[in-house]
């Protein structure tokens, strides 16, 4: 984010002789004593003291200091100085960490070389030396940077080391809980305070999440899915399409496929195991699937809802699909597999009958990426959001339908055109409801367009984020349609407070501002 400003600076120099200078302000999750405004006061000192203007503010919120993918701040900052015509001679940071915790020291250097080579010096405003290019200010420099990425790993290690232990404990470590499961709210003594419905979250940092069963219907067709894929031999495509048939719906409301009957045949959370760390994503660094020798596992940790010798069988079929195909067998497959259908990933694979499933080529070669490179194949795009916006597109009757009812129940008036899909509330304003589909960037951060029909022109447009699994809602925005002036928006995880300012975790308020009031006069 950039705020354009004109810092007022007091000076001993004459106004004349100020320095331009840019700020540069991140701050991450860690440290509230970062806050950008701690560090502008701190810049804006050294500033005076140094005979600096601040004509321009980059700010990175909430952004991870490992890489630059991600931080819009600094990039910005960046473009303006390579640009060769930035409005800056000077640029003021406040210590070396906020520069960045780049997991290569070079990295931060290189970024401030770019600037020193385009003429604009880059100070250091909170460290105790200054970065005149003198061997000592170099070397103190050089060990901050170390230290700077030194403390991310260590971080990562006492992060990672507490979910380890959170695990063994058997609580849950995020995640939706499945078909026949549900997610249990404990406090800090292990009572139960309640089921978590879709899209709630815990609100105190000592609650802890656990699994628990599911409505009795959903565990009878657990259960049934792996009688019918054990004793009656069905295969995972066979069992979606006869509960499809039979017109029953995931936990999602969506329609059953080969790749979710094998999800519930092969978690282990349906014996009651918990878990973690099957995927690893440290430091903004590689996703690396993991032997199951590291992972983390707290055994009977929630009620099973099969059988364990039940559950044994079922994997064992599986993995008798995989284990007689040798690597060249299984990239032969993968070969037919692109001839016949153009492209390649993973949902493709899993809806592919006769066929290991996509996690047997993760698990034999590393990653889908290394299987698609020794068969020479390059994927322009991940085509996994076909699928996706097919669903979402599937669950929007469903989720209109709660919105209205949700209206209706505040006791607001609601008609639907199923022409236009505007909902006409209380014949006094209208509304449009649009779905988000989450998407993630090569850093893992999640990001959502919002695209709007500017035919329509509705009051308000409801815009509904999904979270990082495209399952379940993340949150809401309730835009007023006098103040979108685009088509189209996009989103980050955390976005500026233009933006949200409209941004709810429910749509109780959309609820409240619609209900009717009744005003009753005194008959006297």
Not at 186 to 197: F, I, V
Not at 480 to 509: G, T, V
Request: proline fraction near 2%.
């Amino acid at each position: 984010m950039i705020r354009r400003t004109r810092a007022s600076v007091v000076s001993t120099s004459s106004a004349d002789t100020l320095c331009p200078a840019a700020a540069y302000v991140r701050m991450s999750t860690e440290h509230q004593d970062y806050s950008t405004e701690n560090q502008l006061d701190t810049i804006s000192r050294y500033a005076e003291q140094r005979g600096f203007e601040i004509v321009q503010v980059y700010e990175d919120s909430g952004r991870s200091g490992l890489r630059i993918d991600g931080r819009d701040g600094l990039q910005s900052l960046m473009r303006a100085v390579q640009s060769q015509q930035a409005a800056f001679k000077a640029i003021l940071v406040y210590d070396v960490s906020r520069w960045g915790r780049f997991q290569d020291a070079d990295e931060g250097a290189y970024h401030e070389h770019l600037c020193s080579r385009a003429g604009i010096r880059v100070h250091y405003c909170g460290e105790q030396f200054d970065n005149d290019g003198s061997i000592g200010s170099i070397l103190l420099k050089n060990v901050k940077r170390v230290m700077a990425g030194e403390y991310s790993r260590e971080l990562s290690v006492k992060v990672f080391a507490g979910q380890c232990r959170l695990v063994e404990y058997g609580f849950r470590q995020g995640g939706p809980a499945g078909y026949g499961l549900r997610r249990l709210l404990l406090d800090q003594s292990r009572a139960p305070k309640g089921e978590l419905a879709a899209g709630d979250r815990k609100s105190l940092q000592t609650d802890r999440v656990v699994l628990t069963l599911g409505p009795s219907n959903e565990i009878e067709q657990v259960n049934r899915v792996y009688s019918l894929f054990v004793h009656a031999a069905m295969s995972e495509r066979e069992i979606a399409t006869l509960l499809n048939n039979e017109g029953r719906t995931t936990e999602r409301g969506t329609a059953w496929s080969r790749a979710s009957i094998h999800q519930i045949l092969t978690n282990e959370k349906y014996i009651g195991n918990n878990v973690f760390n099957r995927v690893s994503y440290k430091l903004k660094q590689r996703r690396v699937v993991n032997h199951p020798d590291t992972w983390v596992r707290a055994d009977g940790a929630f009620p099973a809802v099969v059988d364990i010798a039940l559950f044994e069988r079922a994997r064992s079929i599986i993995d008798q699909r995989s284990h007689y195909f040798s690597d060249e067998e299984l990239l032969a497959l993968l070969r037919s597999v692109l001839t016949e259908e153009g492209s390649l990933s993973g949902l493709v694979i899993d809806e592919r009958e006769n066929m290991p499933s996509s996690s047997t080529y993760r698990y034999r070669f590393g990653s889908l990426t290394r299987a698609y490179e020794l068969i020479g194949y390059e994927p322009d795009r991940d085509y996994r959001f076909i699928e996706i916006n097919r669903n979402l597109r599937r669950s929007y009757p469903d989720v209109l339908a709660t919105v209205t009812a949700g209206l209706r129940e505040a006791g607001a008036d609601v008609a639907f055109d199923a022409t236009t899909d505007l909902l006409t509330i209380n014949d006094e304003f209208t509304a449009s409801l649009i779905i988000a589909r989450s998407f993630q960037t090569q850093t893992g951060a999640l990001r959502w367009r919002l695209r709007f029909d500017t035919g329509l022109v509705p009051d308000v447009v409801v815009a509904l984020r999904m979270d990082a699994a495209n399952e379940m809602p993340h949150d809401y925005y309730l835009f007023p349609s006098i103040d979108l002036n685009a088509s189209h928006l996009r989103l980050q995880e955390d976005n500026p407070l233009a933006l949200d300012a409209y941004r709810f975790d429910s749509l109780d308020f959309f609820y409240a501002i619609a209900a009717r009031t009744n005003f009753l006069e005194d008959a006297a």
